[in-house]
């Protein structure tokens, strides 16, 4: 079972807890955990370590410096450089009191608070592009296609641009620098943090934004920390649309995703929205693409492990939706989205719309190390059906359609639009 | 869990060394001979004789990831089976087997049935009684002499009759407990090897249970817990039948 990436918000805001000195104990937790992870991911590398990267050198030179870190922030920020020597995606140490926040986000204490709304980076800005129903952001009238311009005193657009050169070129790199810019407006449900906006036109808008508690319903499982699930179902004329945010929650999701496609089964066209969705249990991609595929035999993709490899397969539903299939992604749509995406578009069942995906796609898992802290390592190599990698290639669109400022400030929706065309214009034939 | 595992002991296993030198020089004992000992050190050939049926309940854990769950399996000599479970955060995990089908039903995948070498393998595990009935189902061959977490073990290679990939049990030379077994699982997933390893064997009514089995598959240890088994309850028939999703399918 493979899961999503942890939010960076989550993370980075988790950063700014615990400093006090360690005791020898903790020391020796710390060094423990530095050779499990170590280990761990010697143990599990499915092809040879990346060119340039001595595993055995890595930890003769780092494991004195976790042994001697004077505080846990030390210990982590030894043990995260250890892991970013694999420039891969999927390696994460996540705090311990990571989930301590988020678990006690849903009691209103602590992080774990949404701004309500969304962003992506257009031409080096960050612009709202959905606002969610019924948050403090919708009700203080923030709307799509505003630019985010500050959050609790920092400069948006500085940040930004300093990202921009600071991090290597890499297909993730957006999804990296839009998660920093959420994680700006962080904090516990109900607490306030000054934004300012430019509006429409010149227009400046300065809110204190109250944060509220994230969309949707709270999921666990196993040592993954608390996520929020939600699932949106809509019909756009006779065109049925869903998006969720995760695929977490399968006993929730997986019923409402059903429901979705056995209420729709004779629509023009159905269309799943991806964007932003980082992934989650890798399994349920199978079981979702059941709805849309006739015959049996088909897969995915390949998972390649060390020494085995498991297929993707798809288990068609005793009735499926036949008709045109449309999916939306981004530079946001990571992970399991992609094996999803990208194998339906590999064996031509669905036309992607929107831009090239994240390419973060190792199938990973999370384990507690013995600090506490919780550790995400990658376990296997994921091959689309096409025969590409998907990690640092992404999946790309069969229609490229970007955001764009003007067009969310019109109220419209140019992947949506252009998947709905598609879906018209070969009902109209 | 359906059939031997053995019980390890600190004791037994420091002892085995000296032994092990002298036993490996003897002729090696017939398969057959070593899968009846199980049959008798685990309960005896008249007992299990008087099994109608079994239901079991396991918890489970994905060990290391924090992921636990709770299984009831149902088994009678109708030879059909049902197993029902749920997994924190995952939700429902059904399987089983009925009149010859086997199928699987959880939130994560869905419906599907089960076909060829992998329907085989189900229709196998649910064969009931299948410790004592084993020549039904298997040919046995003794592979040699194994030592497994340091018990010395016979290899037993168990070929299906009806074809497929043979799996091998490790059988104790001391107890006649099996300690191990390895298979291979061929699915639509591709061809996935699973070891499983069993402890703490514990009595219920009659016969011997290991009640900790740890199974490794891809790189994942799942640990099963033995925590009841209730036998020969009258299980209505009906209990079998799938859920809906499944009968659709089946009706395709």
Not at chain 1, 63 to 74: H, N
Request: aromatic share 8%.
């Amino acid at each position: 079972m493979t899961f999503a990436r942890i939010p960076a918000a989550a993370v980075a805001a988790s950063l700014i807890v615990a400093a006090a000195g360690l005791t020898p104990e903790q020391r020796k937790l710390n060094a423990d955990s530095f050779e499990y992870a170590w280990t761990k991911i010697r143990d599990n590398m499915w092809a040879p370590m990346p060119p340039g990267v001595d595993w055995q050198r890595v930890h003769d030179e780092l494991k004195p410096k976790v042994e001697t870190a004077r505080t846990m922030q030390q210990a982590r920020a030894v043990m995260q450089d250890m892991i970013s020597r694999l420039k891969l995606t999927h390696f994460n140490i996540v705090p311990g009191d990571v989930y301590n926040t988020l678990d006690t986000a849903a009691g209103r204490r602590g992080e774990g608070g949404s701004p309500g709304f969304d962003v992506r980076l257009l031409d080096s800005q960050a612009v709202v592009i959905s606002v969610d129903p019924g948050t403090p952001a919708e009700a203080a009238g923030v709307r799509p296609g505003w630019r985010l311009v500050r959050a609790d005193g920092q400069d948006i657009a500085a940040s930004i641009r300093k990202m921009q050169a600071g991090l290597l070129p890499s297909t993730f790199k957006e999804l990296s620098m839009t998660r920093a810019v959420l994680a700006k407006i962080s904090g516990a449900p109900g607490s306030k943090v000054p934004v300012e906006f430019d509006g429409a036109g010149t227009r400046a808008v300065k809110i204190d934004l109250e944060l509220t508690e994230p969309r949707g319903e709270s999921s666990k499982i196993g040592f993954l920390p608390t996520q929020h699930v939600w699932f949106e179902s809509k019909k756009i004329g006779n065109t049925a649309y869903v998006a969720f945010n995760m695929f977490l929650d399968p006993a929730r999701l997986s019923t409402r995703f059903a429901n979705a496609v056995e209420g729709c089964l004779k629509c023009d066209g159905f269309i799943i929205d991806l964007r932003g969705n980082p992934g989650g249990i890798g399994g349920m991609s199978m079981g979702f693409a059941g709805w849309f595929v006739k015959r049996a035999g088909i897969r995915l993709g390949i998972m390649r492990l060390k020494d085995q490899e498991m297929k993707f397969a798809i288990f068609p539903r005793s009735e499926v939706f036949g008709g045109p299939l449309a999916i939306l992604v981004d530079a946001l749509t990571a992970s399991t989205s992609e094996i999803f995406a990208g194998g339906l578009k590999d064996i031509g069942r669905a036309r992607i719309f929107g831009t090239r995906t994240a390419g973060a796609a190792l199938p990973s898992v999370i384990e507690k190390l013995p600090n506490g802290d919780g550790f995400q390592y990658a376990i296997a190599d994921y091959v689309s059906e096409g025969g590409r990698r998907l990690e640092g290639t992404g999946v790309e669109p069969d229609e490229v359609v970007n955001w764009t400022r003007d067009a969310l400030l019109a109220g419209r929706d140019p992947a949506l639009d252009a998947a709905l065309a598609w879906i018209h214009k070969g009902t109209d034939k | 869990m359906t059939r031997r595992f053995c019980l390890l002991s600190a004791a037994l296993v420091s002892a085995m060394a000296l032994v092990s030198v002298k036993a490996a020089e003897a002729p090696l004992p017939k398969a057959d001979d070593i899968m009846d000992r199980y049959v008798e050190v685990t309960g005896g050939k008249a007992v299990y004789e008087t099994r109608r049926s079994e239901i079991m309940t396991i918890e489970m854990e994905i060990v290391g990831r924090g992921i636990k769950g709770t299984l009831t399996r149902y088994t009678d000599s109708s030879n059909n089976a049902i197993s029902t479970g749920e997994i924190e955060g995952v939700g429902k995990m059904e399987e089983g087997v009925y009149n010859g089908q086997a199928w699987e039903n959880t939130a994560v995948v869905g419906p599907r049935l089960k076909s060829g070498a992998e329907n085989d393998d189900a229709v196998r595990d649910a064969y009931f009684n299948s410790s004592l009935l084993w020549r039904k189902l298997y040919k046995a061959r003794t592979a040699g002499i194994e030592t497994v977490n340091g018990e010395e073990c016979y290899k037993v290679e168990l070929t299906p009759l009806s074809g497929g990939k043979p799996q091998y049990d490790y059988a104790s030379k001391k107890t006649g407990l099996l300690v191990k077994t390895e298979r291979t699982v061929v699915s639509p997933m591709g061809e996935i090897t699973v070891e499983a390893s069993a402890s703490d064997y514990k009595q219920f009514e009659g016969i011997l249970y290991p009640t900790r089995m740890v199974q490794t598959v891809m790189g994942n240890q799942i640990a099963l817990t033995l925590i009841a088994l209730k036998a020969n309850q009258d299980i209505p028939k009906e209990k079998f039948e799938p859920p809906a999703e499944i009968r659709k399918l089946m009706a395709k």
